[in-house]
């Protein structure tokens, strides 16, 4: 079975801090992502990654960035965190090609 | 205008009906696409991936795709309670590219 791994389910940072969340797969997959989750707005497209060292924006890249120095890890950085970036983060991973997306358990991150 | 669209619910739909869950896209070269399901304070799970024209069913649930219309929709027959949750519709446009997701919509499945 596909395993998407979010380092943490729960977290609470102050505004200003820097953030990371990681997100590891074991199933070699080429391509990750990472979409932030509110109420009513569904699952929206921060980064994704299609392969080491790559990256492209998502619909919501501003005040996120992303690193990607392995295969199967991908990490999404806060870089100064802010009461609007309190959300549900889910991480996934994907085959290259038309292949469907498996996701994390999601971390709640409360920014206070 | 949204690239997916959702109605977002909720549907109300008696055990043992069926239902019937619309999404729409803007992208004419979209080439996949998914229905996840999603319960609260879980993560979403892939229901049907779909990729031509037509239907496609697995059990209780079909997938039906309208590239011409721009359109795809997922029945669950035989609802069951535990059927009530969120659904997704996602899109993807290229093997490399990012996969977009609709706002979900939310089903419950009245005893």
């Known amino acids: 079975d596909v395993k998407v791994t979010q380092s943490s389910r729960y977290l609470v940072k102050r505004t200003g801090e820097k953030v990371f969340l990681e997100c590891v797969q074991d199933?070699?997959?080429?391509?990750m992502f990472w979409y932030r989750q509110d109420p009513g707005l569904g699952l929206r497209l921060i980064y994704f990654s299609y392969d080491v060292k790559m990256k492209e924006k998502g619909d919501i890249p501003e005040g996120y960035s992303v690193s990607r120095e392995k295969k199967e890890r991908f990490s999404l950085i806060l870089e100064s965190a802010s009461t609007n970036q309190t959300s549900m983060y889910l991480c996934a991973s994907s085959l290259i090609g038309n292949t469907e997306a498996f996701f994390g358990q999601g971390t709640r991150l409360t920014v206070v | 205008q949204k690239e997916v669209e959702q109605n977002s619910g909720p549907l109300s739909v008696p055990e043992g009906a069926i239902a019937s869950l619309n999404c729409t896209y803007s992208d004419r070269v979209s080439q996949s696409f998914f229905w996840y399901r999603q319960y609260s304070g879980k993560s979403p799970e892939l229901i049907m991936s779909i990729y031509s024209n037509g239907d496609k069913e697995d059990g209780r649930f079909t997938a039906q795709l309208n590239k011409a219309s721009q359109y795809v929709s997922l029945l669950i027959r035989d609802s069951q309670p535990s059927d009530s949750a969120t659904y997704l519709c996602a899109v993807r446009y290229s093997s490399a590219s990012k996969i977009i997701f609709g706002s979900g919509t939310r089903l419950s499945i009245r005893p």
């Open positions: 199933m070699d997959h080429e391509n």
